[in-house]
Each structure stands twice: as C-alpha cells, then as structure tokens.
C-alpha cells in the first residue's frame, strides 16, 4: 500500500483532504490509483497512520475515507543522528537516501578538515533543499513513520557541539580497538534514548578530530577489517543497528 504525509489540518471529520499539488499528481499520474484504492496517510504530528480509501480525485485535491487508525510503527526505538562528512560528487544523494531506509532519524552534513568538497553559502542551501526532498521521497518509499530532517551543513565543531544532547556517540575510525570492543559498544545502544554517528569524507578523519569526539564522549569503533567507502561506512553501521534494534510488531 502506498503511504504519504499529511499535516493534522488535512484530516477533516472521518477524511484525509489531500492538497499537496506534488503527491496529488503523484498519486493522480504517476501511480494512476483510481477511486476505491487504498492509500496509507501518516500524520507524524499525531503519530497516527490513516488507512484510507480514495472517493474523489481532481488536479486540485484528493479525498478518502477514513477506514482504520494505527499508531505509527516504521520507526526504531532509538533516534539515531547520522554526522556524514562531506564527500564528492552526488554520493550524498545515496547516503540521504539509504539512511532514511535504514532508520536513521536526522542527517547532518559535516565539513570536516579532509573534505574535499567545499560548499558556499548560497550552494549549501540549494543542496540542503534537494537533500530534503530525496530524504522525503525515501521515508515514503520505506514507509518511515516520520521523514527524517536533513540539516543545514554543519563545521566539525558546530556538529560536535550539536551532539553533545544524545546520549551516546560512536565514531568509526580505523585505528579502534578489536571487533568485540566494538561490538559491545554496539550492543549497548539498546536502552538509549539517542544516538550519533559520525562519518567521515572520503579522506577519513585527522588523529585530532577524533580526539576531539572523545573528548565529548564518543567511543571510536571498528567496523572489521576491511577499509570502507565513507557511502558504505554509515550503511552497515545503521544495517546492523536496525536490525539489532527493530522490535517486533503486535
């Protein structure tokens, strides 16, 4: 069933008013859905999910009747903050849009000393803005409760500070202690209300950076023993954390 996000104003007595001229052509053109097809609407504001079935369908707006409410179920328990350091070319796009299948709650672009990428002001916004959009699409696609934000780009100082408020910070870096330090680390998210994770460019991070994140906190990770693409370091931290972390539906 396909899934999109409404506001709470959308919902008016026992029908989802659809008005969002985007979805409407989706649903209208796109997937060509007909009157009496079902449609889930999320309300994240509400944590509710709205099955509904369609009854009127114009350019302008979409209407369905309500038929079942659930509470929203498509989220881990624990909100996890990916700190993604910049890396070349449309990689990002990728990332954004695997960390949102994956679970991850927020994405924050990071530049850090061995970017290579180099964002201006007015470049960063466009970016942030298309990065928000791919961030939305993949929440629809994986059926996410909530579409994760993703952050204006952030120094390395700036995304220190920022994850100071979680509760428990991880950073992979490849002169970390052995795998089973790593994987008790892991293992002890469960419990935690936050957690971050902090990527780096395709240079990896510099010796004091990382000390910098130990010095709030963080504990440095191995991911095994081979080098990872930084687009393949955040995915199988987060593939292993979703799947340590997703309960069981009722």
Excluded at 72 to 101: C, H, N, T, W
Excluded at 159 to 171: D, E, G, K, Q, T
Excluded at 177 to 187: A, M
Aim: proline residues 3%.
């Amino acid at each position: 069933m396909y899934q999109f996000f409404i506001k709470p104003e959308n919902i008016i007595d026992s029908e989802v008013v659809l008005t969002d001229l985007t979805d409407i052509n989706h649903i209208k053109n796109v997937l060509r859905m007909r009157i009496g097809e079902k449609v889930t609407f999320c309300c994240s504001d509400l944590e509710k999910d709205y099955i509904c079935s369609i009854n009127q369908l114009t350019d302008e707006e979409i209407r369905a009747s309500i038929e079942d409410i659930n509470g929203i179920s498509g989220e881990l328990p624990v909100r996890i903050v990916l700190f993604q350091g910049l890396p070349k070319s449309d990689k990002m796009e990728l990332i954004i849009q695997k960390a949102v299948e994956l679970g991850a709650a927020e994405i924050v672009p990071v530049a850090t000393k061995r970017c290579v990428v180099k964002l201006d002001e007015k470049k960063a916004v466009k970016k942030v803005l298309r990065w928000n959009e791919i961030a939305k699409s993949a929440a629809k696609q994986s059926k996410r409760s909530r579409i994760p934000e993703v952050k204006d780009v952030m120094t390395y100082g700036e995304a220190l500070h920022y994850a100071r408020a979680l509760s428990m910070i991880l950073i992979p870096y490849e002169d970390a202690k052995g795998i089973s330090h790593s994987r008790k680390l892991v293992e002890s998210v469960k419990g935690k209300e936050s957690l971050g994770i902090f990527i780096g460019p395709e240079g990896g991070f510099e010796e004091k950076e990382v000390d910098q994140a130990r010095e709030i906190g963080a504990h440095p990770i191995t991911l095994g023993h081979r080098i990872l693409r930084t687009e393949t370091a955040g995915m199988t931290l987060l593939s292993i954390l979703m799947f340590m972390l997703d309960e069981d539906g009722e």
